[in-house]
Nanobody, 117 residues
Framework: QVQLVESGGGLVQPGGSLRLSCAAS????????MGWYRQAPGKQREMVAT??????NYADSVRGRFTVSRDNAKKTVYLQMNDLKPEDTAVYYC????????????WGQGTQVTVSS
């Protein structure tokens, strides 16, 4: 059974930091492209950061503020978010993707991040 379990969301003031974690099970984690996406109210889900092996890709809006990393031994991917802004408020989702056999595309349940004073 595949599970992606996010944690670490919460309420933070502008300029603050949070670290999200996503613990994976049931997938070959080390060969998965792991990603973080977010969806704000009334908006489409958007890519925040992805990590394919050691290659990271970031949305322009978060580059320089957010850092994605992974621990293959713990089957966990992290998103360190610094200098948070109110526009970062959203539900953040973890994604596990593989475009070569065995193909899969799994999502976590999401964790709420609210940036407000």
């Amino acid at each position: 059974q595949v599970q992606l379990v996010e944690s670490g969301g919460g309420l933070v003031q502008p300029g603050g930091s949070l670290r999200l974690s996503c613990a994976a099970s049931g997938i070959p984690f080390s060969i998965s492209t792991m990603g973080w996406y977010r969806q704000a109210p009334g908006k489409q889900r958007e890519m925040v950061a992805t990590l394919n092996g050691g290659a990271a890709n970031y949305a322009d809006s978060v580059r320089g503020r957010f850092t994605v990393s992974r621990d293959n031994a713990k089957k966990t991917v992290y998103l360190q978010m610094n200098d948070l802004k109110p526009e970062d408020t959203a539900v953040y989702y973890c994604n596990a993707l593989r475009n070569a056999p065995p193909r899969y595309d799994y999502w976590g349940q999401g964790t709420q991040v609210t940036v407000s004073s």
